[in-house]
């Protein structure tokens, strides 16, 4: 017996089956400076929340405090949306405004 698939057929399968595998949107975290929450606890919740060294939070707590917003990573948008509550809730606890946002990115 031969081959007998129809070349057409053939194809449509193997496009719809790259499309279910394709690689999901990813997100970015962004963390927005403010006048209040400390430089520690920003570096806090960047080893914390976002696993990053001291000399990586450190880096990106300095991109908040300079130029008004840091990127924490990227992630699916279920980890980022995670990721952001998660900021939100322990920035309150404290009694911080410290805000965290995604987009997509």
């Known amino acids: 017996m ?17 499309e279910e595998i394709k690689e999901p949107s990813m997100y970015k ?17 960047l080893m914390n929340v976002f696993y990053k060294s001291m000399e990586e939070s450190i880096r990106i707590m300095l991109n908040v405090h300079r130029q008004g917003i840091g990127i924490c990573g990227y992630y699916t948008y279920e980890v980022a949306e995670t ?18 946002s995604i987009e997509k990115g």
């Open 2 to 18: 031969g081959n007998n698939i129809n070349p057409e057929i053939e194809e449509s399968v193997f496009s719809e089956t790259v």
């Open 83 to 100: 990721k952001m509550n998660m900021v939100h809730t322990l920035a309150r606890e404290r009694g911080f405004p410290l805000r965290c």
């Open 29 to 45: 975290a962004l963390l927005h400076n403010d006048d209040y929450t400390t430089m520690d606890f920003v570096v806090e919740i």
